[in-house]
């Protein structure tokens, strides 16, 4: 089956302009995951779709950053005005959502930005 | 809230030598364990995990896990190391009331030839 596949893989932009991820999940899989990862730091939750609902972004930056999963299949993010400490590889994820596979999230390549 | 601490941000080991990654994790209920492995400029992969079954836990390309309750750790080991498996290894841990992840620091692996 084909994987969640992610767009851009790499963006490079100037502080205080806008970028937008897309990211479209393993077909069926009704959860999906936008997770930010710092240079040396661990994957962090920024929001959590459940199929077009948001289920939990309370570690999401609403002043800037923005998210939707409009007919609850493929995803955007947003920046709008990035700042430099937004550079980071955002990896999407997606899973069933059932607990018989114990949510089991399966990753993107992820897209790298370099804000400068 | 649940968390998880990985002891060494880098490890270094020799082709064919053990490799040994420490995870050590805390919640108040029972926890799902999990690693994963991140190879350059890609997403993370599944090594494997721990859902309450059996205790010893093998996973893709020869590694296994162990989750010993007493000690609140769940570290990865594989026998001998090859140069393939130069990349960075996350533990992540969730629990069933919303199995949401949360995800250690990462270590570094390098083999040395």
């Known amino acids: 089956e084909a994987g969640v596949a992610q767009s851009p893989r790499y963006k490079i932009i100037e502080k205080r302009q806008s970028v937008a991820f897309w990211c479209n999940p393993i077909s069926g899989h009704a959860t999906l995951y936008w997770y930010q990862q710092i240079l040396g730091q661990g994957p962090k939750l920024l929001i959590q779709f459940q199929n077009n609902g948001v289920v939990d972004d309370s570690q999401l930056p609403k002043d800037r950053f923005s998210a939707e999963r409009l007919k609850g299949v493929d995803s955007t993010l947003k920046i709008q005005p990035a700042k430099l400490e937004d550079s980071a590889v955002y990896l999407c994820?997606?899973?069933?959502?059932?607990?018989?596979?114990?949510?089991?999230?399966?990753f993107g390549p992820g897209t790298r930005l370099t804000v400068l | 809230a649940q968390s998880v601490t990985q002891l060494g941000s880098h490890v270094s080991v020799s082709e064919g030598a053990l490799v040994l990654l420490r995870c050590n994790y805390s919640?108040?209920?029972?926890?799902?364990l999990f690693w994963y492995v991140q190879y350059p400029n890609q997403g993370l992969q599944l090594l494997l995990k721990y859902t309450s079954a059996a205790t010893l836990v093998k996973g893709i390309n020869g590694f296994e896990a162990e989750f010993k309750k007493s000690e609140t750790s769940f570290h990865l080991t594989k026998p001998s190391a090859h140069m393939s498996d130069a990349a960075e290894y996350f533990c992540?841990?969730?629990?069933?009331?919303?199995?949401?992840?949360?995800f250690g620091a990462g270590t570094t692996v390098t083999v040395r030839a």
């Open positions: 919640s108040s209920v029972p926890p799902y």
């Open positions: 994820a997606s899973s069933d959502g059932g607990e018989s596979s114990y949510n089991e999230q399966f």
């Open positions: 992540a841990v969730s629990v069933s009331n919303d199995y949401k992840l949360s």
